[in-house]
């Protein structure tokens, strides 16, 4: 996961404490409704490519 991630974003810890188990549907779902991934600053969610 980290390897998609930006300098700017959130690590792949962070992310993982941040969301907990839902990760990985917000992920699907930030693909989905928002895979430009121009919102990507505060524990950003990565797009599923």
């Not at 974003?9 to 930030?30: C, F, H, I, V």
């Amino acid at each position: 996961m980290a390897e998609c991630c930006k300098e700017d974003d959130a690590s792949a810890e962070q992310l993982a404490t941040a969301y907990g188990p839902n990760l990985p549907r917000l992920r699907e779902l930030k693909g989905r409704y928002e895979p430009e991934n121009i919102l990507h600053l505060n524990h950003n969610i990565p797009v599923i490519w």
